[in-house]
């Protein structure tokens, strides 16, 4: 796997500092604020990140997951936005959400994902990414919580995957352009 990979663009100190970071913001937001804290990761990206960040976290969280899909087989979204997995709770008017997301391309996902949530009567809705890619925004959004601005690069590893590999990797790399325009 790591011969795919053309370089490394996220290391994994640099990513325990950006989940620590993370953590830190997010308990100042919800410590003492918050009797229901949802940490709601989007599979499978996030599973990863999610995983790293609840350890670090002091306030008390419950996790959900939601299957969500903007992605055909192709490196492009297709801008619609497709629910395979649903949050299903009885007292979602008493929770404070945190979408928890591996990356942001366009927005149009967590922006629609955001509303959907808050329309099944979320107390309140957040978000937070790992890697935000603003250069390749269609829609105005911005991540309440975000690890790191990255430029306009196919990226796997750290749970981003191309067709299901790579996840594994334990930094974020740049994926040769070779491997997924072949």
Do not use: W
Request: contains cysteine.
């Amino acid at each position: 796997m790591n011969k795919d990979i053309l370089k490394v663009l996220v290391d994994e100190k640099q990513l325990d500092e950006m989940t620590t970071r993370l953590a830190k913001e997010i308990d100042n937001d919800y410590f003492d604020n918050s009797e229901h804290v949802i940490l709601l990761a989007i599979l499978k990206g996030s599973v990863v990140f999610m995983g790293d960040l609840m350890k670090k976290l002091q306030t008390p969280v419950e996790i959900e997951f939601m299957k969500v899909s903007s992605y055909g087989a192709t490196t492009k979204t297709t801008g619609n936005i497709n629910i395979h997995l649903d949050l299903q709770r009885k007292n979602i008017e008493e929770c404070d959400i945190i979408i928890v997301e591996d990356i942001i391309d366009s927005g149009r996902t967590l922006s629609y994902l955001v509303n959907y949530l808050l329309n099944k009567g979320a107390r309140s809705v957040k978000t937070c990414t790992l890697l935000d890619k603003p250069s390749r925004r269609e829609v105005e959004f911005n991540p309440d919580y975000s690890g790191m601005k990255i430029p306009d690069e196919f990226v796997v590893g750290y749970g981003l995957d191309y067709d299901e590999k790579y996840r594994t990797l334990p930094y974020v790399g740049i994926l040769r352009p070779e491997v997924y325009n072949s």
